[in-house]
């Protein structure tokens, strides 16, 4: 199984760093779903832990265009919101600055957007600012030298504007109101050492469908106590592309 490459978190110190380090580039964090997209012999796509995506045909068509240019095919990275996949990455294609280059060259239809990248330290900290501006999710930030890695990548980064979490539902308001009960595990293997650590109820707004249990779900909240009680939770929707096996406890603190 292919697996996508996974960024590490950082600090607002640290990345105040790499936007002025040359060797560094930043991409908008689009709040998608993570997919893989083969675009091959076979028009698939895949999510971050291997499932298939179902894709609309217009994502397809787009994807059929790259694979008749190459023999080999192409797999490109990038989430998908509706019709449409942002592209951020192209896999096997060298260093990132590189990879960048291929997909400018070659992405083509209105179903797959390239998504912007700021190179310059002027682009960097206008792109960061109107991105804070308009509450988004956050910025990648990757070495323009380094080669696409399958996993966790210690030399590329993400900075989050706000905090999220994924929980897995595990129950459901006693009481008949719209909200779930759900939890996160502590560190080790599942059915093993590590055990369900319940957070607070979570709201589910009247546009979203009510998650079913065993779900894994995105939520946003502005801090936590002790106990990883979560201070304001926000649902953001489910996240069928994340395993119940990284529901840990130490995306709230690492």
């Not at 298939?52 to 045909?57: A, D, H, S, T």
């Not at 050492?193 to 009247?206: A, L, Q, W």
């Amino acid at each position: 199984m292919i697996k996508p490459q996974l960024l590490t978190t950082t600090t607002v110190e640290e990345a105040s760093k790499l936007i002025v380090d040359d060797r560094f580039w930043i991409q908008q964090k689009y709040d998608g779903k993570r997919v893989l997209l083969n675009c091959g012999k076979s028009l698939v796509g895949l999510s971050r832990n291997g499932n298939f995506v179902k894709l609309p045909e217009c994502i397809k068509r787009d994807m059929a265009r790259i694979a008749a240019k190459f023999d080999g095919g192409a797999i490109l990275d990038g989430e998908i919101i509706g019709n449409q996949v942002f592209v951020f990455d192209v896999i096997g294609v060298g260093p990132y600055e590189a990879r960048m280059k291929w997909l400018r060259e070659n992405l083509s239809g209105d179903s797959l957007v390239l998504v912007y990248t700021a190179t310059t330290t002027e682009e960097k900290i206008a792109l960061v600012s109107s991105l804070i501006n308009v509450k988004a999710e956050g910025v990648v930030i990757k070495n323009k030298n380094t080669e696409y890695c399958f996993g966790r990548s210690p030399l590329n980064f993400k900075l989050k504007f706000y905090k999220t979490v994924s929980l897995v539902v595990v129950g459901y308001d006693p009481d008949g109101k719209r909200s779930v009960i759900a939890a996160v595990y502590s560190e080790g293997e599942l059915g093993g050492d590590c055990s369900k650590i319940y957070t607070s109820r979570i709201g589910v707004p009247v546009n979203i469908e009510i998650p079913k249990l065993g779900s894994v779900i995105e939520v946003r909240f502005l801090t936590t106590t002790e106990d990883f009680k979560l201070i304001q939770p926000v649902l953001l929707g489910v996240r069928d592309d994340i395993s119940i096996s990284d529901c840990k406890t130490s995306q709230i603190r690492g």
